[in-house]
């Protein structure tokens, strides 16, 4: 095996001194490329255009690595740049939405000087059918409120009841919930009537007045206010308006139905009316 090598090794080695002296002797004469040499150029010179383009490809490569690496860093840059100004533009937001929050409530303050109140937010709100109830972000740890407490919004719109209170929030009913309730006036009308919830107008965002003494001076957009009564409520907040009088499936009574003022799907903070002067 070794002699074969030997030998196959010895045949190219004096193949390519036989080229070389040709090359050399055919340039020895003429003093310019000799046939031999012009051959063997023809035979490189593919190669030496396939190395060159190989070479432009890497330096082009190279350059495309390299702007590559730097819009890299410059991404990088602009993300942190982004993110900074993203978190002030949020800090500002926070900021400002806490000033409108306190300027309502100064406002609602000045206005109903016997009220104390406490600011809240909404965090939840129930995903049942058969209720409609919210959770604020106050309880018992860092508020003063109590169950039975009245939720209004900063113009003064009724929103609900406090029902439960715990340690770091509190659940409330809305004003819809078919548990909700309170004594109230109506322009036209004299003597009080009762605001309640139905389970069939909750599903349609809508409450009712009920024990209307003369139905027939209820009109639809008659404005329907706490009549202060019955301790629950202050008087002047406003629950809504009236759409229509009808009547009761059994036929016996007329009642109007309500859409609250305030629209509780758009609610995000509200105020809970811990204190007030009861009027009789």
Request: net charge negative.
């Amino acid at each position: 095996m070794k002699k074969i090598f030997s030998r196959k090794t010895l045949v190219v080695v004096l193949i390519a001194l036989v080229v070389a002296l040709a090359a050399v002797i055919s340039m020895v004469g003429t003093g310019r490329p000799g046939f031999v040499t012009s051959a063997v150029e023809t035979v490189l010179k593919p190669v030496k255009s396939a190395a060159a383009a190989v070479a432009g490809t890497c330096e082009k490569l190279y350059g495309y690595m390299h702007d590559y690496d730097r819009l890299i860093e410059e991404n990088a840059a602009l993300r942190a740049r982004l993110s900074g100004a993203d978190r002030e533009a949020r800090d500002y937001d926070a900021l400002e939405e806490e000033n409108v929050r306190l300027r309502e409530l100064l406002g609602l303050s000045r206005n109903n000087e016997s009220y104390e109140f406490e600011s809240a937010s909404i965090i939840a709100w129930s995903a049942s059918s058969w209720d409609s109830t919210f959770t604020i972000n106050r309880g018992s740890a860092n508020s003063d409120i109590a169950a039975g407490d009245p939720v209004i919004t900063s113009s003064g719109c009724v929103v609900g009841l406090v029902r439960t209170v715990s340690s770091g929030s509190s659940v409330c009913v809305s004003l819809i919930d078919t548990t909700f309730a309170a004594s109230v006036d109506l322009d036209n009308v004299t003597g009080s009537c009762s605001a309640v919830g139905d389970y069939s107008l909750m599903r349609r965002g809508k409450l009712m007045v009920e024990y209307i003494s003369d139905s027939n001076r209820v009109f639809a957009g008659d404005s329907v206010i706490t009549s202060g009564k019955g301790g629950l409520f202050p008087a002047d907040l406003l629950l809504g308006y009236v759409d229509e009088v009808t009547t009761t499936s059994d036929g016996q009574n007329d009642v109007a139905v309500v859409t609250p003022a305030v629209s509780l799907d758009d609610l995000l903070y509200v105020y809970v009316i811990t204190d007030f002067s009861m009027t009789e």
